[in-house]
């Protein structure tokens, strides 16, 4: 099956920085990529859905200036937490999707932990 | 809107007893439905999933599911745990609208404790 990657998948910031974490398919074209984020023993919550070269499409309640979201290349995706609080550690899990082939599955990353001190 | 219930926030069995992780859905049109596992700290592994056809789905490390269109169901089974199997289980609905948008809406998981 297709393979996507994340990077980093632990990272640990202080409040107020920002953190970039990047979000590869690795042997298809991902036209679409999609960010959810995951809180403990809860369910996966879809924060936004990007196409490559436009921008983001983002779900109720979550802040795009938060929550950056560029996806330039039919290979990469990237999130950026701006200005990082507490409030955002969380387990980060992309997944992509390529037009081609069988009806638009999604492929998961394998996530990123965030931990805001 | 497309909805998944997964009404057991845990399931226990014992090692080598049959499994059931249930799972209900609320789509307006065809569902497209998916299982995925995660085990701790890590992403999604995909194990099946029912688009068309036969209502008996067969997937990974030996599990399968039957769709059930009448009861709304897509209930995860296995005819004989391990406690490998140990892990976290999420049902999934995919609904895909005009221009190829798609999202993909999951139940609360549930979490299966393979007793050895």
């Known amino acids: 099956g297709a393979v996507v990657s994340q990077h980093p998948s632990r990272v640990i910031c202080k409040s107020g920085t920002s953190v970039k974490i990047e979000c590869r398919s690795l042997?298809?074209?991902?036209?679409?990529m999609f960010w959810y984020r995951q809180f403990p023993k809860k369910s996966l919550m879809l924060m936004a859905t990007?196409?490559?070269?436009?921008?983001?499409?983002?779900e109720q309640g979550v802040e795009k200036d938060k929550f950056l979201i560029n996806h330039a290349s039919l290979t990469l995706s990237t999130l950026t937490v701006t200005s990082a609080h507490p409030e955002d550690s969380s387990f980060y899990i992309c997944?992509?999707?390529?037009?081609?082939?069988?009806?638009?599955?999604?492929?998961f990353g394998p996530g990123t932990r965030l931990t805001v001190l | 809107a497309q909805s998944v219930a997964q009404p057991e926030d845990q399931v226990n069995v014992a090692e080598g007893n049959p499994l059931t992780v249930k799972c209900t859905y609320s789509?307006?049109?065809?569902?497209?439905l998916f299982w995925y596992v995660q085990y701790p700290n890590r992403g999604l592994q995909f194990l099946l999933k029912?688009?068309?056809?036969?209502?008996l789905v067969k997937g990974s490390y030996g599990f399968e599911a039957e769709f059930n269109k009448s009861q709304t169901s897509f209930h995860l089974k296995k005819p004989s745990a391990l406690v490998s199997d140990s892990a976290l289980y999420f049902c999934?609905?995919?609904?895909?609208?005009?221009?190829?948008?798609?999202?993909?809406?999951f139940g609360t998981g549930t979490k299966l404790q393979v007793i050895p």
């Open positions: 997944s992509a999707s390529s037009l081609a082939g069988d009806n638009n599955e999604q492929f």
């Open positions: 042997d298809f074209q991902a036209t679409t």
């Open positions: 990007s196409n490559e070269g436009s921008k983001a499409t983002y």
């Open positions: 789509v307006s049109g065809n569902p497209y």
């Open positions: 029912y688009i068309t056809g036969d209502n």
């Open positions: 999934a609905v995919r609904d895909i609208y005009s221009g190829g948008y798609q999202k993909v809406t």
